[in-house]
């Protein structure tokens, strides 16, 4: 066996051990006696290379059950309720909304950072300094909900309620916050609600502006997740762009670097948001199989990408919803765009457009009945809504880049890519709007656990191998997945 297959099976032992941890109970003695399985297996057989892999797997799954149960145990970082005066300095954007904004404070001498909930406060910033004086406390679970988890994937283990604050120094506004509220300015300046809340939580991502009517609207529907800057949207933008510039004759490596070029900029409109970098980290992944054109290539990189952040962060495949969605977008285009773009193969195909709509419907393949799952409502109409917009997204996305582009570098061409970008924006919104009224449109889902979605997802990984590994459909050459 070679010595990257062992490490790709290494890389899979590890996330299944933390997904073991994740979402069921681990116990100390459980794990350690797997360590001390695997051990034994790779130390005793060690010349029966079969045994002494399978002991390779145990010892690095139990590890992975470690790595999770460290990380989850907040015991050692989390107090009791008590009233505190302190110093800390505001360490990322401001969230605000109807209900006020939420402050990420970084104490001076505290290991985590501080979640403050407080009324609209427009003189705060990214980078000041504020006093703060109130009650600090640990975040409590909901029913459903693991709150402290879902927060300490991000860092943050306490939380304020309206605390009494005070800017005590005013700090540089970092370069990246001043970029993002330039170009949410433009937005705002070119469209109108609900058009430019949509487009900038799309393209900015910030949620925080988007009506709860929207909201609403794009639950009802099953659109939510064109509001989430996730790996679909990175991968189909990407694929967009790779197919366009091999369209104009470009070689596929140097066609890979500009996109990655591009990508940069399309995470840095973001403002490097976490949430976002990930995204791109995992729509990155498709373009190894360009440049490295096997079969396996952007499988392995997929997988590779993702155990690096579970590395990390172990806390994002249980409790980070926009991770869960990025790696199932991104493995849905692998697995299943290739029966799509032979679905699809009729259809005219300029600039490559017909092989994104074919990457977008293989995404949605994989993501709608995880959105099910966290969301707990059936939508029957959402897969006519996702018909009617998703093939269009690449064109939304690209168009508002291009916009906000040329916004700081083009003024002329301002105005012909707004008026374009708002006829699709209206179109998106009359499609969310039409269909969210109607009165079937929706029913609660009760119990849809995620061992109702699992099944279906292994179910459809084999069923979409099968057809790859029987070469009964195939990526074409003028795509951007181009192995052979």
Known sequence: MLLSEHVFGAVLAFGAGIFFSSFFSSSPLLILALLVLGLLLLSVFWQRRKVASAGMLVLVAALGMGHYAYSADLGHVLAEPQ????????????EQDEQGTRITVQADGLAGRILVFAPLFEEVREGDTLSLVGKIQSPSAFEDF???????????????????????????EPFLSGFR????????????????SLLSAMLLGNKAGLPEELKE????????????????????????????????????????????????????????????????????????AGLLGRRNAALRALVFAGGGMLLFNPLLLAHDIGFQLSFLAVLGILLFFPLFQHVFRNFPNPFGLRDVAGMSVA????????????????????????L????????????????????????????????????LLSYFSFVIGTLSELPFATSEVAGFSLWSVLPFLVAASLFAWHFQRSRKFQFREETMLLWK
Request: hydrophobic share 55%; net charge positive.
């Open 217 to 288: 609207d794009l639950n009802a529907t099953g659109t939510r997740h064109i509001t989430a800057v996730s790996g679909m949207h990175v991968a189909i933008l990407s694929g967009m762009a790779f197919a366009f510039l091999l369209s104009l004759g470009l070689a596929k490596k140097k066609s890979s670097l500009l996109v990655l070029a591009f990508l940069a900029f399309f995470v840095a409109l973001t403002g490097f948001q976490a949430s976002a970098v990930r995204a791109g980290i995992m729509g990155s992944s498709l373009l190894a």
């Open 181 to 196: 509220k330039t170009l949410q300015e433009k937005l705002d300046a070119l469209f109108s609600p609900p058009e430019s």
């Open 363 to 386: 995404a949605q393949a994989f993501t709608l009945p995880l959105v099910f799952h966290h969301f707990g409502i059936l939508s029957f109409v959402s897969l006519v809504a996702n």
């Open 388 to 423: 009617l917009i998703v093939p269009l997204l690449p064109l939304v996305l690209l168009g508002g880049v291009l916009l906000l582009a040329a916004a700081l570098l083009f003024p002329l061409a301002v105005a012909p890519l707004a008026f374009l970008e708002g006829l």
């Open 83 to 94: 009233q505190v005066s302190f110093q800390g300095r505001v360490v990322a954007p401001l």
């Open 146 to 172: 693991d709150y402290p988890l879902y927060l300490a994937k991000e860092g943050v283990y306490w939380i304020m309620f309206s605390p009494r604050i005070e800017v005590s120094e005013q700090g540089k």
